[in-house]
Structure formats: C-alpha cells, structure tokens
C-alpha cells in the first residue's frame, strides 16, 4: 500500500501508468476512488498519482495521533501537498488536476510555484468565496449529496466518522476568509489551464466566470451540461471531462 510520510502523518496514495506525472486531488470528503473513472484512461500515457488528502480515504484520520480536528484547513491541505509532491516527485514537473476543495488546493499550488507544474485543471470550483459557494457548503451539512456519492462517502470512510467530517470540514469552508483564495497571484502561473464549470453546479456565479478571465487568461473555459460531481458521476459529462483532459495533457506535453 503506497503511502508518502509527512508533516507528522501518513499519507495514503494510488499509482498507476508511466510517463509524464499527473497528480488528482479530490474534493472535501472524497478519496482517490474519485478518480477512478480518470486513472486507469490517463496511465496509458502517464505516470497517475491520486493521493488520499489528510483525514480522507485511507491517509491518516482526524483525531489520530499528529493529526488533530484543528488541523482541519486549507492552508494545512495545501502544504500537505506540497510535502507529498516533495517527497514523491521531487524533480518533476506535473500536471495538477483538481476538483472542487481539490481545485482550490491546486489554485494555491500554482500560485506559490507555478513553475512546478505542466499545466493546470480547475474542476467545479470557483476562484473566488462567492456567496453561492458558501451557501452550497452549508446546505451540504443539512442535505447529503446524491445517494451514489452519499454512499461511496459512507463505505469509503466508515460511519459515523464521515458525517463528523462533513460538519466539521463543510462548517470550516463555509466560513473560510475571501482571501484563502490566489486570486489574482494566479496570473503568475503561465501554463496551460482547463477550467470545467458545469452548467448546474451550485458552486457557480458569473461572478466567477469573470474573474477566470481576469486571472488564468490562458485558460480554456467550458460550461458543459451537469452537475458539481460530473467528473465522477461515469455518465457522458464522465466521457468529455475525460477526453478534454486528455488533450489538454498531450498539448501542454508537447508545447
């Protein structure tokens, strides 16, 4: 069971493929498993890193020893990461992919060393703490997501620790300051970029579709028809999130 030891914890990962590294971060209360549908398309020519974030999947748990509740932020997240890519892929340059709270992740990745990476994909996540996302992660305490999602969330992290981590975790974000976002910084990331905004994501606000122009200028924008969890849901909005990745990959390898 591959796994990368930092920051005090232990952080569970899937490998699989050879070539050029692609890391998917996934969103809050995910796991690598929401990548599947992603990993097995992208090794045939790359090298695939899906890391379980702290207190998610098969990484060390919240309450665990090193790993306490207050730990629980994005700033932690972030350099978590940071430490993984250090200590697994120390003198590579990567493609980043990331989905909701994921995405925000590798948006500060960019930012803090943008030429650390091959290009960027920002999945179902604005760019700014827009009051729809707020909304969004509060209703998320009250409301579970759809069942198939309710369900792998359930299985993969056992009951009744997911639902502490739901509140605590949707509680966190929902209140998180404006400026936990790179906001303008990501103008420094020159790289290729993929921003996928599906059409009826709750997280989204023309607001946002504004400031992507603002700050990531390079980047290909597309609203297809779905929801926040197109990317994983394996249904056709699976099939072109899948396809346009592949593309932007093979471009930005190439350029």
């Known amino acids: ?54 207190g998610h999947g098969k990484s060390t748990r919240f309450g665990e020893p ?26 590579d340059r990567v493609h980043l ?11 500060r990745l960019a930012t803090e060393a943008p ?20 909304q969004f992660l509060r209703k998320g305490r009250a409301a579970p997501p759809p069942p198939a999602v309710a369900d792998q969330y359930a299985r993969v992290h056992g009951e009744p620790y997911w639902r502490d981590l739901r509140d605590r975790l949707l509680g966190t974000l929902a209140e998180m300051p404006e400026d936990v976002y790179p906001q303008s910084l990501l103008r420094g990331f020159k790289g290729p970029a993929w921003v996928v905004e599906a059409s009826d994501d709750p997280t989204y606000s023309p607001v946002s579709t504004a400031f992507w122009y603002a700050w990531l200028p390079q980047a290909r924008l597309d609203r297809p028809t779905g929801g926040h969890w197109l990317y994983k849901d394996g249904g056709a909005g699976t099939a072109w999130f899948n396809e346009g990745l592949q593309r932007l990959l093979q471009e930005a390898d190439h350029a």
């Open 66 to 91: 090193g790993n306490p509740w207050s730990a629980l932020d994005v700033e932690t997240f972030t350099d978590d990461l940071a430490a993984f890519l250090e200590a697994v892929l120390p003198e």
């Open 1 to 54: 069971m591959p796994h990368a030891e930092v920051r005090g914890i232990r952080l569970h990962y899937e490998e699989e493929g050879h070539g050029t590294p692609v890391v998917l971060v996934h969103g809050g209360l995910g796991s690598s498993e929401d990548w599947q549908h992603q990993a097995s398309v992208l090794a045939r020519r790359h090298r695939v890193l899906r890391p379980d974030l702290r």
């Open 115 to 134: 030429k650390r990476f091959r290009s960027l994909t920002c999945v179902a996540s604005p760019p700014v703490v827009s009051e729809a996302l707020r």
């Open 97 to 107: 992919v990331g989905a909701s709270m994921g995405s925000l992740l590798c948006q």
